[in-house]
């Protein structure tokens, strides 16, 4: 890392190896819950993570002492309340590390981040006969405003097959980019199936056709260092809540000259300098693409939480989550009739399963019954899943707070409805 | 909450061999149900004789709730007038949403849907086969306007 990281204030010693997961636990608030007599496993946070005392009381701090709006006052609250919107822009940056603040915008999320580039982006450069290439594994969120934008514009929206494990098939991939190819956007890592996506082969082909790159990090941004410097993409989607912060805030990294091209897409307050009746004048990046009052707390909140993150050692948690990974992956190997849908080399703390004769929505409800928390259905990932011949799977997924003891509930727990179905 | 009473060995029983299962061709009505949460999805095709019902078939894939509710309506409705049909789907619905429903006729084995009730997120699973039926017999109606007004059906 060559960028400025700002200060943070760890709450426990990251000591590469040796990651106190229990510790961890004790961090987020709802891990008190019971969950029908028994205690929370909560292996949902490729759904949803949970938010850390950190982040709420940041939060809190925010509404009782700072808020007021951002960008307009002199008043000594709203200098504040901008100092600390803009404070956790810069969090942002230095998190994934881009060049400037002026490349993150501030969004409601992955999915709208990645609207605004099909609309805004896409609006500007598709024409009839182009394609944008995405692959068999996209979440829908990376899927549909593509189809949108295509269907606006003439353009053809192209999927990159999978291979049997549910990994990239590259060599396909790069046979499908051609010199009618405008943008690649692709998954960092698969919600459905875990796989990791081998970003730098697929970033340098497609830069080699001159295509932009647009990366869905909503899966990858909690559990692993990103660095969008490092990859080289031009565009970088994440959510708030996926990485311990709040619903309703995420952000898009865009390159700076990328940005500088892009017509704005909503139109309202913040987004200006003048307004007249008969035109207006655009506002400096990145408050262009953020009309409106923003999500101040939301942003407060995701400051926090990669603060929080920053704290716990990106990299001991990227090694506490592969022990979990391989643990869970070993034991359900174990279990009679059970088949791991997505085995590829290179996967995240996420494994999608099937039980024969017991379908995906009775596993979900035995297992709450248990107080095991996981995501059962498709996963908003129905071509991955029809990729599969299937129209659903059970998805356990890790997150920092998860024990070695989760997953034996989590074994425990399958072979009861085992038992409970014969 | 105790996934017993979801689970009951009826339902295990119908989800594990369910009856009537398939397909009929020709059909008098038919219809496809979807459940857009899980994308589970669910058809029937039905002949009617006279006002009865006289044969069902469902096919698809789904939970051991949603398989297990479309064969034991199979069952339940097969051989039935239609407005029978119409009263048993109310009472049905009644069951799976409200609690401690007195239902208005003899529901024989559907009861073991009644623990449903304690599942929300499952109720849609136990219902989709219901909606499904009655799209079919609406899909009936719409087919047989488009016929001679001899085997047209007035409600």
Redesign the interface.
């Known amino acids: 890392m060559n960028a400025p990281r700002a200060q943070v204030s760890p709450p426990h010693i990251a000591v590469p190896g040796e990651f106190d997961a229990e510790q961890v636990r004790a961090d987020f608030p709802i891990m008190a819950r019971e969950i029908n007599g028994r205690p929370l496993v909560y292996l949902d946070s490729a759904a949803s993570a949970q938010q850390p005392r950190a982040v709420l009381d940041a939060i809190e701090h925010y509404a009782t002492t700072t808020h007021a709006n951002v960008h307009r006052g002199v008043h000594t609250l709203s200098q504040e309340a901008t100092a600390a919107f803009e404070g956790a822009r810069e969090r942002v940056r230095a998190f994934i590390n881009a060049r400037s603040t002026r490349e993150i915008i501030f969004t409601r999320g992955t999915t709208e981040a990645i609207n605004l580039v099909a609309q805004s982006w896409g609006g500007m450069r598709l024409k009839p006969g182009d394609e944008v290439l995405i692959t068999h594994l996209e979440h829908h969120a990376n899927i549909v405003p593509w189809q949108m934008a295509c269907a606006a514009h003439g353009a053809r929206l192209v999927a990159a097959p999978l291979t049997a494990d549910g990994a990239l098939d590259l060599p396909a991939f790069v046979a499908l980019l051609n010199d009618r190819t405008r943008l690649v956007a692709v998954a960092h890592v698969s919600n459905a199936l875990g796989t990791v996506l081998p970003l730098r082969e697929l970033v340098a082909a497609a830069h080699r056709h001159g295509v932009p790159v647009l990366v869905d990090g909503a899966q990858a941004i909690a559990h692993q260092r990103v660095d969008v410097r490092a990859l080289d993409c031009d565009f970088y989607a994440f959510s708030g809540h996926k990485v311990y912060g709040p619903t309703g805030i995420g952000a898009l990294y865009a390159r700076e000259a990328l940005l500088a091209q892009m017509p704005p897409w909503q139109g309202g307050g913040d987004m200006i300098l003048s307004v007249a009746i008969e035109s207006s004048t655009y506002n400096d990046l990145p408050w262009r693409f953020e009309a409106g009052t923003p999500n101040i707390s939301g942003a407060v909140g995701l400051g926090a939480a990669l603060e929080y993150l920053e704290g716990l050692g990106l990299e001991a948690v990227h090694q506490h989550e592969r022990r979990l990974l391989a643990q869970a992956t070993a034991a359900l190997q174990e279990l009679p009739g059970l088949h791991l849908v997505g085995t590829a080399p290179e996967k995240a703390g996420v494994v999608s399963f099937t039980l024969d004769g017991v379908h995906p929505h009775d596993i979900g409800t035995l297992l709450d019954a248990e107080g095991v928390a996981i995501r059962t259905g498709h996963h908003c990932a129905m071509p991955a899943m029809s990729f599969f011949g299937l129209t659903a799977t059970a998805r356990a997924s890790f997150g920092c707070y998860n024990t070695s003891a989760d997953i034996e509930r989590l074994v425990t727990a399958l072979i009861k409805v085992r038992e409970v179905f014969g | 909450?105790?996934?017993r009473d979801?689970?009951r060995d009826v339902i295990?029983d119908h989800n594990?061999s369910p009856r009537n299962f398939g397909r009929l061709e020709p059909a008098d009505g038919s219809a496809l149900g979807h459940n857009p949460?899980?994308?589970?999805?669910l058809s029937i095709t039905l002949r009617v004789q006279g006002e009865r019902l006289s044969e069902l078939r469902f096919n698809g894939?789904?939970?051991?709730?949603s398989?297990a509710s479309a064969s034991l309506m199979s069952e339940a409705v097969t051989g039935k007038p239609l407005d029978e049909i119409a009263a048993l789907y109310h009472d049905v619905h009644e069951l799976l949403t409200v609690d401690k429903y007195t239902p208005q006729r003899p529901l024989g084995k559907l009861l073991a849907l009644s623990g449903v009730r304690e599942?929300p997120?499952?109720v849609k699973?136990a219902s989709l086969c219901w909606h499904t039926l009655n799209a079919a017999l609406e899909q009936r109606k719409v087919a047989a306007s488009a016929t001679p007004p001899a085997t047209v059906s007035t409600e």
Do not use: K, P
């Open positions: 909450m105790d996934t979801l689970y295990l594990r949460l899980c994308g589970d999805s894939q789904g939970c051991a709730i398989v599942f997120a499952r699973c």
